[in-house]
């Protein structure tokens, strides 16, 4: 019995295109048949640099940036570098009229050393450092969020001239996110105890309220419902402290698809949502409009990146189970992939549903990629959706026009991982 005979029921489907839902809006087959992003045919930049590798498509990135602007013109985007940040990244969102948002020691240097302005960088307090609270305070970074008496306290303590304040809080929103993390001060008692703490404090100066309601959000309702409680807290601290905060932060979490079919945030959506909920809550409240911000991250970067693998060995069980080997020894932070597809060529006759994971077996890129019956080691795996919250370790390369470069060696220090 050959393969194909042994695979005879797998014919009825094959690879005959690129799925929109996950790959960059550029991604297309060229006429032998390889995958092209960004102009460049991804085994192009396989033979160059090696793989494990992640390409990262600069146009898509500009096109999304752009795109959250234009569908909320009021709102200040601010990008969570948390999802990717390297100098070109940086550069690129600024470039386009971003902010920045940074939640570590690496983030924040990293976003200095690419010379990103200080007054558009949004810290986030929670874990950092009494040692990093000071350089930022020092460089004059825009605004630090706080979600603890302990965080405004170690800030104060560190800050030697006036430095605008967030209070990040929970508004109590039941979320459709599987990755809820809702720190910060419960919206009630413990926010106010929290507000009379910080404007009790000379040198902190509380301009607004940030709330983070999960990740991987689809439905924009619970953005509504957190406005009309953040809205109504505002008003209680004009009430209470004669004190208007101008600044509403709503937070990142917007979903994106990594398998086609998978909900994801539909953007115009939640800007008419948003618009809407800030006209009734000011209206009932009596109180004025607040600046609005934004914290996208893998909305911006991740159907932009697309990660390269070699394919070691193919096993065929007697069970009629394939298993494939890959070049990787790193852990997705975003679990199963289904739009694992072969980049060197174009697959066109009968495909199998396979196991693929890294060399060590522990590390499970996909259960149920559908892939080549006559799949070969050395043959060339692309990943889509991959520019966000990955290993730090992989490789990253940039596309565009037809030209590529690396961005970030395989090196584990943010630090140190630029490639210029």
């Given amino acids: 019995m050959t ?12 690879a005959a295109h690129l799925d929109s839902a996950v790959w960059p809006s550029d991604a297309k087959y060229d006429n032998e048949g390889r995958i092209i992003v960004g102009g460049v045919a991804l085994a192009d930049i396989a033979e160059t640099y090696g793989t494990a ?9 500009r096109q999304r940036c752009r795109a959250y602007r234009k569908t909320f013109p009021e709102a200040e985007i601010a990008y969570a570098a948390t999802a990717l940040l390297v100098g070109a990244v940086a550069d690129w969102i600024t470039d386009e009229g971003l902010s920045m948002v940074v939640c570590s020691p690496g983030e924040l240097i990293a976003a200095f050393d690419a010379g990103v302005d200080p007054r558009r960088i949004i810290l986030h307090a929670k874990g950092v450092s009494r040692e990093t609270l000071e350089i930022a305070a020092a460089r004059r970074v825009g605004r630090i969020v706080v979600g603890s008496l302990a965080e405004i306290d170690l800030l104060a303590a560190v800050a030697t001239r006036p430095q605008r304040v967030l209070l990040r809080v929970s508004p109590g929103i039941e979320r459709d996110s599987a990755q809820d993390n809702p720190a910060g001060f419960a919206l009630g008692a ?27 959000i689809y439905n924009p309702d619970h953005y509504g419902e957190a406005i009309r409680r953040m809205v109504a807290e505002m008003a209680l601290v004009r009430h209470d402290h004669d004190r208007i905060l101008t600044d509403l932060d709503l937070g990142g979490g917007h979903a994106i698809a990594y398998r086609n079919g998978d909900a994801e945030m539909n953007l115009p959506e939640l800007s008419a949502i948003i618009e809407d909920a800030l006209d009734a809550a000011c209206a009932r409240q009596h109180f004025p409009r607040p600046n609005v911000a934004l914290e996208p991250g893998r909305g911006i970067v991740a159907r932009a990146g697309v990660t390269l693998y070699r394919v070691l060995s193919v096993k065929y069980s007697d069970g009629g189970h394939v298993s494939v080997v890959i070049d990787s020894e790193t852990r997705s932070r975003t679990g199963n992939f289904a739009g694992v597809v072969v980049a060197n060529r174009r697959a066109a006759g009968p495909l199998v549903t396979a196991t693929v994971a890294g060399r060590a077996g522990d590390v499970i890129l996909a259960t149920d990629a559908r892939l080549p019956v006559d799949l070969r080691p050395g043959e060339l795996l692309a990943v889509p959706c991959t520019g966000a919250y990955q290993h730090a370790r992989t490789r990253v390369v940039a596309v565009r026009e037809g030209h590529y470069a690396q961005l970030v060696r395989r090196e584990p220090d943010l630090l140190d991982r630029d490639a210029s």
């Fill in 190 to 216: 413990a926010t106010a105890t929290a507000v009379a703490h910080v404007l009790g404090t000379p040198m902190l100066d509380l301009i607004g309220l940030h709330c983070h309601l999960g990740s991987q």
């Fill in 3 to 14: 393969l194909v005979d042994f695979f005879a029921p797998t014919r009825s489907g094959t």
């Fill in 53 to 61: 590798a992640r390409v990262l498509d600069e146009r898509e990135v």
